[in-house]
């Protein structure tokens, strides 16, 4: 399969498959980078199907770990805009795949990006609620965070109050895109509850894989993750 770096502005970015005027903008998770596995299987069995995968770093991944951006909502949602811009010169058509903090982003930057379909993997879809449970985890209570501004934890993720009002000041209120879940049945990321409330609000198709929690890596998840892509690309 072809792979060809490029820049959207100052975005690190891949453009995977042969040339065709339909492609999805895939969005990577935390941790995570343009060159994820599960963006390669993505990739590949879009290229199968006739379109092109553009997937680029997020701030703070991939080739961007060292720059001065951080990975909030407005930075992030910015070069996802900036990214969508790119693929609309590109393709007539655009779709999208995004995997755990990657679909919260393009809830927020895509509502009316005029997207074809979405497909999320472990997708956290209430970053309110995921965030209250991270400070419940490790102890943090809202006035603690708000004095502090900031506070590493043990997961490796930083709970940043602006973050943390800028989520509860935006809440996803509209998603009218034809949208397809994959989650992990033991996934404590994105409970059972939360994913279901927002098919119940939104609509789409759930795929429920037993076992497997919020980071598919396993070659049983990856395998689970091809064959569902089989079926709803």
Request: aromatic share 10%; hydrophobic share 40%; net charge negative.
């Amino acid at each position: 399969m072809t792979r060809q770096e490029l820049k959207v502005g100052r975005i690190p970015a891949l453009l995977w498959g042969d040339p065709s005027d339909r492609g999805i903008v895939a969005v990577h998770g935390s941790q995570s980078h343009k060159r994820d596995r599960v963006i390669e299987i993505l990739a590949r069995k879009a290229m199968e199907k006739g379109y092109q995968t553009l997937s680029f770093d997020l701030p703070e991944h991939g080739d961007r770990k060292n720059q001065s951006a951080l990975c909030k909502p407005g930075p992030c949602i910015q070069d996802l805009n900036s990214v969508m811009d790119e693929a609309k010169t590109r393709w007539r058509e655009v779709g999208l795949f995004a995997n755990s903090l990657g679909a919260y982003f393009s809830l927020r930057a895509y509502p009316n990006a005029g997207l074809k379909r979405a497909f999320f993997l472990s997708p956290l879809v209430d970053m309110e609620r995921m965030i209250q449970n991270m400070m419940d985890w490790f102890q943090v209570s809202e006035e603690r965070l708000r004095r502090e501004g900031e506070i590493p934890t043990p997961m490796g993720q930083t709970l940043y109050w602006d973050y943390y009002c800028d989520v509860r000041a935006n809440p996803i209120e509209a998603w009218d895109v034809p949208t397809e879940i994959l989650w992990g049945e033991q996934d404590e990321l994105c409970e059972r509850e939360t994913v279901e409330a927002f098919v119940r609000r939104f609509g789409g198709g759930l795929e429920i894989l037993k076992g497997a929690e919020h980071f598919f890596h396993t070659p049983i998840q990856l395998a689970a993750l091809e064959d569902w892509l089989d079926q709803t690309l």
